[in-house]
């Protein structure tokens, strides 16, 4: 049985408790939170789990094997840090960290003690970016042209970070993970109408081989929309994430080019073919991450969604915020 200590349960630290708790292989141990209200709900929900307010009690425990970090951004760093130093594995909240020095610490960290880092990239996990990667690995898809991605809602509005921050890292896991390839620049824009963070955001981010990602963030939608157009030379997919069903059409669409022997003679032909709808795996994405985790600890193996995954993504965050700052200056990644 692997004990997991989970610290913060605030929103997003009770799904992760309901996780660990419901797998097979691991215990939630105890959840550690400062504020007396969320230990309350904790102890609610899970009358047989312990609850503390000391961080100290969860560090030094010997009954714990790994502990999830499940905080706001700017204490991932410092908890993260003591967790490994304490000899636990950790399973932390995107984004790693709010810098890339501090990513890098803590990726040599967990490599001198022979520790494990897992960052919860979630999206990583769904039925419907599985099956995506597998259109993009097989060729279905052909060649990539852009990915396109709407995240917004109202709210949650974050404290310490800006939407960029909060929202963007699930599309940036997503890129990372789909097209295996290092950006070459980030372009972003935004302003901040409330609270002195951007929460309305468009990033631009260019890869090789003319492949352009654009995502739109925002924290001030009067409506929810999560969709994301991913067009290739071969084909086409619109994946809607708020839908219950059939969540990912893919389009066999397209266009192509047909020189003559003048400019003027260039010919342009459609391609509208069928649409259909692959099935999906229905599985909750954290139940399955929650799982994966405990194996690469018991089967020492490096997750794939390790530190220096979480490390490219706190990068290219770092690298919009410079750019945000200089109205849309590209910058290199
Ligand atoms: N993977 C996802 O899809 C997803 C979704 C939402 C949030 N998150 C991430 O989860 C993290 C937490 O976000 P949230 O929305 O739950 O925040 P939140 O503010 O709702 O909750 C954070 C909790 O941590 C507690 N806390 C703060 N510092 C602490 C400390 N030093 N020790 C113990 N407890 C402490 C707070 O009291 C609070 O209860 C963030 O990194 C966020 O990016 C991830």
New binding site residues.
Partial sequence: MIKIGV???????P?IVRNFQGIEGSQVAVV????SE?LRRATQAHPHVPVT?E?SEVLTSTDIDAIA?????W??Y??AKAALENGKHVF????LTSNAAQAEELIELAERKGLKIMV????LFTGAVKRIKQFVDDGTLGQLYYYDSTRVNLG?F??D?NVI??LA??DLSIMDYLVMAEPEAVVATGANHLNGHADVAFLTIYYPNNLIAHINVNWLSPVKVRTTLLGGEKKMLVWNDLEADEKVKVYDRGVQMMTGEAVYQQLVSYRTGDMWSPNIEQIEA?KVEASYFIDCIRNNKRPFNDGVAGLRIVRMLEAADESLKNRGKVVKV
């Fill in positions: 610290l913060g349960y605030g929103y997003w630290g799904r550690c939170d400062k504020s969320a307010s961080l970090i499940v905080t706001p951004v204490t991932h410092e908890l932390v909240e995107k984004p919860d990239h979630t999206f949650l974050q404290h970070c921050w909060d890292p699930h954290l």
